[in-house]
């Protein structure tokens, strides 16, 4: 399974595509950071956002077949296991800390990324309310603001 990574039994090549997500990714989010108060605009910040979903969840453009979470973690998650989508669909792979799906903890790691770096903090609360692309957009949107 693509996600098993541990000390004893490092698989090179997949640290590396993570590295490499990880380096593409702090790119757009750099250029995000940088537009000016004037110029940011939400469809702007969208179109990053949804580049870095991409990227994170390793999905090619056409993979990007729908704007919820939920729906883009399946497609990840299928294509890391090496499975159809409806393998995945409605399967709590994995449980976690409080019965957290892997599709649900690949959302919070993506917010918490993106936290970390445009420089904001979308409230805990906010974070769990956003099921897509659209109310993440707008939600750095207001952080940013708020930071001018």
Same mark, same amino acid.
């Given at each position: 399974?693509?996600?098993?990574?541990?000390? &004893?039994?490092?698989?090179?090549?997949? !640290?590396?595509?993570?590295?490499?997500?990880? *380096?593409? @990714?702090?790119? $757009? *989010?750099?250029?995000?950071?940088? $537009?000016?108060?004037?110029?940011?605009?939400?469809?702007?910040?969208?179109?990053?956002?949804?580049?870095?979903?991409?990227? !994170?969840?390793?999905?090619?453009?056409?993979?990007?077949? #729908?704007?919820?979470?939920?729906?883009? +973690?399946?497609?990840?998650?299928?294509?890391?296991?090496?499975?159809? &989508?409806?393998?995945? =669909? +409605?399967?709590?792979?994995?449980?976690?800390?409080? +019965? #957290?799906?892997? =599709?649900? #903890? !690949? !959302?919070?790691?993506?917010?918490?990324? $993106?936290?970390?770096?445009?420089?904001?903090?979308?409230?805990?609360?906010?974070? *769990?309310?956003?099921?897509?692309?659209?109310?993440?957009? #707008? @939600?750095?949107?207001?952080?940013?603001?708020?930071?001018?």
């Amino acid at each position: 399974m693509e996600y098993n990574i541990s000390p &004893r039994s490092i698989d090179y090549d997949l !640290k590396k595509r993570y590295q490499q997500a990880d *380096a593409d @990714a702090q790119q $757009i *989010a750099q250029r995000l950071r940088m $537009i000016s108060e004037d110029d940011l605009r939400v469809s702007d910040i969208y179109d990053g956002v949804k580049e870095i979903v991409r990227i !994170k969840y390793f999905l090619d453009h056409d993979d990007m077949i #729908t704007d919820y979470f939920n729906g883009l +973690g399946e497609i990840s998650i299928a294509r890391a296991l090496g499975v159809d &989508r409806s393998a995945v =669909v +409605g399967i709590d792979l994995e449980a976690k800390c409080n +019965g #957290t799906s892997s =599709v649900m #903890t !690949k !959302k919070i790691l993506l917010i918490i990324f $993106i936290n970390r770096e445009l420089g904001i903090e979308i409230d805990p609360h906010t974070a *769990a309310e956003i099921t897509n692309i659209s109310q993440l957009a #707008t @939600a750095i949107f207001v952080s940013l603001l708020e930071n001018f």
